[in-house]
């Protein structure tokens, strides 16, 4: 597996540094972030800078650094991100979403569910 992402990550000009340190303690500002980012619509946007910091600079994806320059890379105020990402209602999606991957049976990553199906 790890010959095969280095061959990948060659091919779009990437060097990530494997393995990547893990688990993250900033899962869920990530999650946090990354809810906003997909309501927002930036998602892909944030999630190729922060997994390009976290694989080739060693910046623990969720955490400072790589939260507020990811958001600045990607052209928006990580002040105002990162606040609106500890709101109440982005809280409360994590919650839902995370209730309902529970109630699917997802308990790692990558998993993926079609209706009720889980792949993985």
Known sequence: MRRDIERRARRYGLSPRIPASYPLSG????????ILGVEEGWIQDYTCATYRRWFEDGDMAGEEPN??????EI??????VLADAQSERIEQVLTR??????????????TFAVDRDILG
């Open 67 to 72: 939260l507020s320059a990811c958001i600045e």
């Open 75 to 80: 052209g928006h105020d990580p002040a105002r």
């Open 97 to 110: 979403a995370t209730d309902e991957a529970t109630e699917l049976g997802i308990f790692g990553s990558p």
């Open 27 to 34: 899962l869920v500002p990530a999650n946090k972030v990354a």
